[in-house]
């Protein structure tokens, strides 16, 4: 009896911490991560077409421009509706349900807002949910620069993705343009 009350507390935990690592994988060395299963094509090009689209996010966060922030929020959130599900199946499609709900309700927060900073709140949120997604389903031959910024978001940092290498800073626009670093290249 003993032995299987510590069997069923060893899965308890390691069922517990499996999450907890996974939500803080990104502070490792910076690795590339390929998908470990065989991702649909169409979805990785669908799901290229957000991140591309999120560039133009990154854009009006750069020139600190709210009321641009607003609309490219409602343009990445169309291009997120166009994603197809159910070209996924299993552990994937269970995990693409709770990477998009996530993602939608930041871009809704996005451009429901007209405060720059509770934007860039959202920002964080989506570019470590995005990152994610990026990560476990690949997006096909796009170069993604994970990038961070140590001082954004009152010091507890912040995190987004880049189709170029040169630092602009979203959190800081002009202010602090170049401030940051390049912490992963995905493929």
Known sequence: MKKQTLVAALIALSGFALPLRAQHQHHATPQSQTPTTKIDADFQQQLATVYLQSQS??????NSDAAQVQQTARDVEKALSQVNMKLLS???????????KTLQNSLQQMSARTDLTAQRQQLDLFSETLYQSIKQFGI???????????MAREGKGGYWLSAQQAIQNPYFGQKMLTCGSTKEVLP
């Not at 299993?90 to 998009?100: A, E, F, L, T, Y």
């Open 57 to 62: 996010l990154l854009k009006a966060f750069v």
């Open 140 to 150: 096909g031959e796009q170069t993604v620069y994970y990038q961070h910024c140590p």
């Open 90 to 100: 299993g552990n994937d499609h269970m995990s693409w349900m709770q990477q998009v």
